[in-house]
């Protein structure tokens, strides 16, 4: 009997595991609605430089008409803008500045953890970045720095230190 006697005390299998599976959505729901509105952000800088249809959108952002469609509806899928898509907005010579920085902030929040990913994601996402190889306007300015040690890539691209910490705003 002592051996079950303890058994009254302790959830059952199912019972832990539940626990254990079981997530707070909110914190979750907090970092997506923050993606979302710098998304937003960065739609509404394209659209205060002028750039008001959807063909004018696509060209100012270097994507075609149907990813430009995507981020402009913010139907983006829930990992949020990958690392190419990214890529291609910063090599597009029409990019408004302002759009450069949104995209910027949005590079640096996505690394630092503020729209979830583990630690890995978040390093793979950094290393496929190609933000040295860009002009920085005079208004943008990136926290994000090369490894000191001064790792490349297979493609010559040199990774990104990822802040051990979350930035806190």
């Given at each position: 009997?002592?051996?079950?006697?303890?058994?009254?005390?302790?959830?059952?299998?199912?019972?832990?595991?539940?626990?254990?599976?079981?997530?707070?959505?909110?914190?979750?729901?907090?970092?997506?609605?923050?993606?979302?509105?710098?998304?937003?952000?960065?739609?509404?800088?394209?659209?205060?430089?002028?750039?008001?249809?959807?063909?004018?959108?696509?060209?100012?952002?270097g994507l075609s008409r149907s990813t430009?469609?995507?981020?402009?509806?913010?139907?983006?899928?829930?990992?949020?803008?990958?690392?190419?898509?990214?890529?291609?907005?910063?090599?597009?010579p029409e990019l408004p500045p302002h759009?450069?920085?949104?995209?910027?902030?949005?590079?640096?929040?996505?690394?630092?953890?503020?729209?979830?990913?583990?630690?890995?994601?978040?390093?793979?996402?950094?290393?496929?970045?190609?933000?040295?190889?860009?002009?920085?306007?005079?208004?943008?300015?990136?926290?994000?720095?090369?490894?000191?040690?001064?790792?490349?890539?297979?493609?010559?691209?040199?990774?990104?230190?990822?802040?051990?910490?979350?930035?806190?705003?």
């Amino acid at each position: 009997m002592d051996s079950h006697s303890s058994d009254a005390f302790r959830p059952s299998s199912a019972a832990r595991v539940q626990a254990r599976t079981r997530r707070p959505l909110l914190p979750t729901a907090r970092m997506k609605a923050r993606q979302f509105s710098k998304i937003r952000e960065l739609v509404e800088a394209v659209k205060s430089a002028g750039f008001l249809t959807l063909d004018e959108q696509a060209k100012a952002l270097g994507l075609s008409r149907s990813t430009a469609w995507t981020i402009r509806k913010a139907s983006h899928k829930a990992s949020g803008l990958s690392a190419s898509i990214i890529n291609r907005m910063l090599t597009a010579p029409e990019l408004p500045p302002h759009a450069r920085t949104k995209i910027l902030e949005y590079v640096e929040e996505k690394a630092a953890g503020l729209y979830g990913g583990s630690r890995s994601q978040r390093r793979k996402f950094a290393v496929r970045l190609s933000i040295e190889k860009l002009p920085v306007c005079g208004e943008t300015q990136s926290t994000l720095v090369p490894e000191p040690n001064g790792i490349t890539g297979a493609n010559g691209e040199r990774s990104w230190v990822i802040p051990e910490e979350p930035i806190r705003y």
